[in-house]
């Protein structure tokens, strides 16, 4: 198996086993920073999540839709020095709606089934985040990039 091939294992296997990441956007420059439910889509292309909005992260993305999630295993032990990965992933946000916005809401609510009331709320926005680029880290300062259309 190549490289890419591996790392692309990686991520299906850390995001599979995680419900939250933290969602970084930015208002006037300043970075902010929100725990969001989170589901992979269409082979490592997306992230998807959801968001009311009425918050700040929705008014910052609609403002800017640079983001950057980040997904990681830690368990606050010494030991994820060692072993823990975390993941950021670089892309634009954007809302999606119509037949597109049902058929991803179904990837969604297949790993974040406990959210489906909150998705059905007419004030609940389902992004889409466009993947450009994932920064895998793993033990502590050992980083590798792919690029999303590799």
Do not use: C
Not at 26 to 34: A, D, K, M, N
Not at 47 to 66: C, G, S
């Amino acid at each position: 198996m190549n490289e890419k091939s591996q790392l692309r294992q990686l991520l299906n296997g850390l995001f599979a086993s995680q419900l939250l990441a933290v969602l970084a956007t930015q208002t006037e420059g300043q970075p902010y920073t929100s725990l969001v439910a989170f589901s992979e889509a269409d082979e490592l292309k997306y992230l998807l999540f959801e968001t009311n909005r009425n918050t700040r992260k929705y008014a910052n993305i609609v403002a800017d839709p640079r983001v950057a999630i980040l997904v990681d295993n830690r368990s606050n032990r010494d030991s994820d020095f060692r072993t823990a990965i975390a993941v950021t992933a670089i892309g634009e946000a954007e809302e999606v709606h119509g037949p597109e916005k049902d058929r991803l809401m179904k990837l969604y609510l297949a790993k974040q089934p406990h959210l489906g009331e909150f998705v059905s709320s007419p004030d609940t926005a389902l992004f889409r985040v466009r993947i450009h680029e994932y920064k895998v880290v793993s033990s502590f300062q050992n980083v590798v990039g792919l690029e999303i259309g590799d």
